[in-house]
């Protein structure tokens, strides 16, 4: 007799339900979706059988909004209402705006400076609504071909994106109704892809050069466990650049002097077209129409080379910062993953393979293969490939912490930590009677909490009032699968909790993380000195404070004239040094305080034993004791 299967509550009856879930590559310049059919990763097609969505969203007055082809269409006819490459606009704050103004033909509403908003015939939109739209159509799309609703989504994104641009793309998918299992690195869904997760253990370098973004990622292997040793890239470098450097090229050798919003983005299309010609043809013939008079000229591969040469030299500099930060040679590794349509690309493939010493691996299509990779993690995800073991650690770009007194910044969790991760720190009380404390979380390597970013601020109140350095105050962060931040402080005595899910303005652009990082090597000196002079200075505050109290208290009753001389001149000299010193002054003028005051501590110990027994037998204690 058969056994009966009986579901889990609030699942299906049906033993063998296959859950509708799939992978969205949100790209700079195209989009795809991929889900896996019949135990095969693919990529979806819409009615023309073309599985590419270039991601162009075209704003019309009638309010009629076109996604796709038909929008890419309209975007030299009408470059205001066309919105293009609006992934590098995600995260975004308005003083982001001002390094991409001169390729970026949009009005901007900045009256929300953390969220600004492109003006258009069909009113203001941001970039996460624009994102939205396309997101909608790669939705419909997969409804359409699966037949029916989706369980979820695994949307990739940049492995540098830090917390606002993730955020960001996760308000996208919500808008666009997505439910979002999971935010998944793009070079991480490549190596999926490739099934580098199934093979024998090692190291795997990820060099994923797309339209907009550029992202280099160190992965091992281990156990079963794929791991993000470190990450790299530049949010503002891609195939977009490699069009830009070819259309000004062109603009010199035309001669155009007046360049508006139609004719400039006429030369980038032409750009783009020359650009992927030359991938097999050695020269290609560029023609543009200006004003009524049919321009040609002709660019040759080498020539192409030469204008992007030192683009491609800025990608293998992050190759080369992401292999220190791992510690990993380049013997040590066994595959490279070309990821991205622009590695298509014949010199950035032959750079690359010269870099590592080895050719990488091009057999999957370079647009397609971070789809397929995000679609077999959603199918895991979703619960339809029990045996899919494979475990997913991606890692922090940049250092979480907390502000200490001196405005020094203590690191809780530190860059490249795996995520999902939780850590909790101890920190206590400054001042006497304290009963509430301001925790400033904040981003970034430096030591001093004004070199790092401000992530959010709360306050925990109704702590007991006691001494300071009583309190035991617990301040936890965590960090989820997408990279996400909750931060949560508890007094342990009392039990009184605050807690904040950091949701920052969208703002801190990936060109801004690497020079963070650079900048926290280059004064890597300057700031150990710079914090070993803080914590001097808060602990001489410390003990000026503790002195002050305890003049006022009784040193007029317990000090005689000579001696409270001598402390108030000792206590005079720190005063000086704190605001002028080095750290090793200020902390010998602190010695030499406690050491003229040393008889005077006595003194007020005995003196508080003295007043605490006052009116009480000797025996009275003994019997205590005895009792216990």
């Avoid at 965590?478 to 950091?502: F, I, M, N, R």
Wanted: aromatic share 4%; net charge negative; glycine share 8%.
């Amino acid at each position: 007799m058969a056994l009966l299967q009986i579901a889990e509550p609030g699942q299906s009856t049906a033993p063998h339900q296959h859950r509708l879930a799939v992978g969205i590559d949100l790209g700079t310049t195209n989009s795809l979706v991929a889900s896996v059919r019949s135990g095969k990763a693919t990529t979806l097609t819409d009615d023309n059988g073309d599985s590419i969505l270039p991601s162009v969203v075209h704003y019309a007055a009638d309010q009629t909004i076109q996604v796709g082809r038909t929008a890419q269409a309209l975007a030299v006819t009408d470059p205001h209402n066309t919105i293009v490459s609006v992934k590098r606009l995600m995260g975004r704050a308005s003083k982001d705006l001002k390094t991409l103004a001169e390729h970026i033909p949009y009005q901007f509403n900045n009256d929300n400076p953390a969220l600004p908003r492109i003006k258009t015939t069909a009113g203001e939109v941001s970039a996460v609504e624009v994102s939205a739209e396309i997101l909608k159509q790669l939705k419909i799309r997969a409804e359409n071909t699966l037949g029916g609703e989706l369980s979820g989504a695994v949307i990739t994104v940049p492995a540098y994106f830090d917390d606002a641009q993730r955020q960001a793309t996760k308000d996208a998918a919500r808008l666009a109704g997505l439910d979002v299992l999971r935010l998944l690195n793009e070079p991480t869904a490549a190596a999926v892809a490739y099934g580098l997760d199934s093979g024998e253990e090692g190291v795997v370098v990820i060099y994923d050069l797309g339209g907009g973004t550029f992202d280099v990622s160190i992965l091992r292997l281990n156990k079963g466990v794929f791991e993000v040793l470190s990450t790299g890239g530049d949010s503002a470098l891609g195939g977009d650049d490699f069009d830009l450097a070819i259309a000004e090229w062109l603009v010199a050798e035309a001669g155009v002097t007046e360049l508006n919003a139609s004719l400039n983005r006429q030369i980038i299309n032409e750009a783009r077209r020359v650009k992927e010609a030359l991938t097999d043809a050695d020269s290609v013939t560029v023609s543009l129409l200006l004003g009524e008079k049919n321009w040609a000229i002709e660019l040759t591969k080498d020539k192409f080379n030469q204008l992007i040469d030192a683009l491609v030299s800025k990608t293998l500099a992050s190759c080369r910062r992401a292999l220190r930060d791992a510690a990993i040679d380049k013997s040590d590794i066994k595959n490279i993953v070309m990821v991205g349509g622009s590695t298509r690309v014949p010199v950035v493939r032959d750079r690359v393979a010269e870099f590592f010493n080895k050719q990488p691996l091009v057999e999957i299509d370079p647009d397609k293969v971070v789809a397929i990779g995000a679609a077999l993690q959603a199918d895991i995800l979703a619960g339809n490939n029990q045996g899919g073991e494979l475990l997913l650690l991606d890692v922090l770009p940049l250092s979480l912490g907390i502000e200490t007194m001196g405005g020094l910044s203590e690191k809780i969790i530190h860059r490249n930590t795996p995520i999902p991760v939780a850590r909790a720190q101890d920190f206590t009380t400054y001042k006497d009677g304290q009963t509430a404390l301001a925790v400033h979380v904040v981003q970034g390597e430096r030591e001093l909490v004004a070199d790092c970013r401000s992530l959010a601020r709360f306050e925990l109140r109704g702590i007991p009032p006691m001494v300071a350095g009583a309190a035991r105050i617990r301040v936890t962060y965590q960090v989820d699968a997408d990279g996400l931040l909750s931060v949560s402080s508890l007094e342990e005595s009392s039990g009184v909790e605050a807690k904040v899910s950091v949701k920052p303005s969208y703002g801190l652009s990936d060109n801004e993380i690497e020079q963070m990082l650079r900048d926290s090597m280059n004064h890597a000196h300057d700031d150990m000195e710079a914090r070993k002079l803080r914590e001097e200075q808060v602990e001489a505050d410390r003990v000026l404070e503790a002195i002050d109290a305890a003049l006022l208290a009784d040193g007029d009753r317990l000090l005689e004239n000579d001696e409270k001389s001598l402390i108030e001149q000792s206590r005079a000299a720190l005063s000086a040094l704190r605001q002028s010193g080095t750290a090793e002054q200020i902390k010998q003028a602190v010695k030499t305080l406690e050491k003229t005051c040393e008889g005077y501590i006595a003194r007020r110990m005995n003196q508080s034993i003295h007043d605490a027994m006052a009116g009480h037998k000797i025996d009275e204690y003994t019997t205590n004791k005895d009792s216990k």
